[in-house]
């Protein structure tokens, strides 16, 4: 039986680990719950006490074709029986050359492609970045230089400025709570003629503007899925200032929305994208890929030591082939089936604000009133918390959010269950408000 929980959370195993880890661990990691993982398979998570748990995190969207997937692990073993390390940035192995040969069929830029190796997605955008504009709510990683293009919460930035200077933020078309305070219906426009009629009057110049990056759905943000005409029009504007368009991909990408990446439901083609998480099954790989006529640095401009790792590369041509196989497809059509199963919960649920997503990309937005929207970020904590009692993993986004982000594995039935559980999870907090 999925879920099975057998012991108090945390168990006495669990419990004995996280008081080791209090001592010797980096303070500043987010641990939402004190799941201690022993071993997983498939969208199925077992804890060191023997609690088992249904997973709809999978690893922060990272674990795409499931937690140990034994193609993934045959390659990984296969590769590292070989070599596991060369250093892609001084010598040449075929599994790098043949992932920057998979990457370029798939990825959605015209022209030649050629693809940048680095090892997270903070660095697959760092090798994007120039002068760029970026958009409010916006999470692309934390090393410096993506850390000026975040803007997701103060804790990311605060301490740690000043920031790279020639970055600047525009409002994200979050259509369920305009930041302009419009209309849905006029939120998409307006958030672009802020941009054009605000910023290139009286900021930058459009002339003096590199780059601008998107997530054509924001992650940490709150899984807010950006209007199609928003990223069409956006599209339009930067060609016709001579602007590149990236496309952070780092969470939205790899068949997480039903299609190897989330701006092809828009038919909008970047110039860059930035991949990484769900790109390797687990594996720490992050990728820029960019029209070949952009990347022409000379050697030594750019680089990383473990950057292309050959046990990664050889992860992520797996998982590209399972992907294109049937993954993306499972996530299109079971994405679909979670997605009816949470909006029906609206019904019952007065908590429940928005349902929104592609593919097995899905936020639920919980509010304290409808007709006001006030944040039930409390709650949503809560929430978390009562289905991780239950067997159920879930983490926030944004700041009341709840993000359903499963490997691309999972099925109807465990669809259906997750569906089960928030319903029980949503109940319990609920009731405990009244």
């Not at 199925?44 to 499931?66: K, P, W």
Request: aromatic fraction near 6%.
């Amino acid at each position: 039986m999925i879920p099975h929980i057998r012991t108090a959370l945390p168990g006495p195993k669990a419990k004995a680990l996280i008081d080791r880890d209090a001592i010797v661990v980096s303070p500043s990691y987010t641990r939402s719950y004190p799941l201690v993982i022993e071993r997983g398979s498939g969208a199925v998570v077992e804890d060191v006490d023997g609690n088992v748990f249904l997973d709809c995190t999978a690893g922060i969207a990272v674990n795409s074709t499931g937690h140990s997937h034994p193609e993934v692990v045959k390659a990984i073993l296969e590769q590292a029986q070989r070599f596991v390390h060369m250093s892609g940035t001084d010598f040449y192995y075929e599994p790098q050359v043949r992932l920057a040969e998979e990457l370029a069929a798939v990825a959605p830029i015209d022209g030649g492609v050629r693809s940048f190796f680095g090892n997270s997605g903070t660095e697959a955008v760092e090798a994007c970045i120039k002068l760029i504009i970026a958009f409010l709510g916006a999470f692309h990683g934390r090393t410096m230089g993506s850390l000026a293009l975040t803007a997701s919460k103060t804790i990311q930035r605060r301490g740690f400025g000043p920031m790279m200077p020639g970055v600047y933020h525009a409002p994200y078309p979050d259509c369920y709570r305009c930041p302009l305070g419009l209309k849905a219906e006029n939120c998409a426009a307006e958030c672009l003629e802020y941009l054009e009629h605000q910023l290139f009057l009286h900021l930058v110049s459009p002339e003096e503007v590199a780059a601008i990056v998107v997530e054509p759905i924001q992650g940490e943000g709150g899984y807010i899925v950006a209007p199609d005409q928003f990223l069409e029009r956006l599209r339009e504007l930067t060609k016709s200032h001579g602007i590149l368009l990236v496309a952070d991909e780092v969470q939205s990408g790899m068949g997480r929305t039903g299609k190897m990446f989330a701006i092809e439901h828009t038919g909008v083609r970047p110039d860059m994208i930035a991949i990484a998480k769900g790109i390797a099954s687990g594996m720490p790989l992050g990728i820029a890929v960019a029209r070949a006529g952009l990347m022409t640095w000379p050697p030594g401009a750019h680089a990383s030591t473990f950057g292309g790792n050959p046990v990664s590369c050889a992860a992520a041509l797996a998982t590209l082939k399972l992907l294109k196989e049937r993954l993306v497809a499972n996530a299109a059509e079971v994405g679909s089936h979670l997605m009816a199963g949470l909006k029906s919960l609206a019904a019952t649920h007065p908590l429940i604000g928005d349902v929104r997503g592609r593919g097995l990309m899905i936020g639920v937005e919980l509010v304290r009133d409808r007709r006001t929207k006030e944040r039930a970020s409390e709650e949503r904590d809560a929430a978390v918390a009562a289905a991780f009692a239950r067997g159920l993993l879930l983490l926030g986004a944004g700041k009341n959010a709840i993000r359903f982000s499963p490997p691309l594995v999972l099925t109807r039935e465990q669809a259906d269950t997750a569906v089960r559980i928030f319903d029980e999870a949503l109940s319990e907090v609920e009731k405990t408000r009244h």
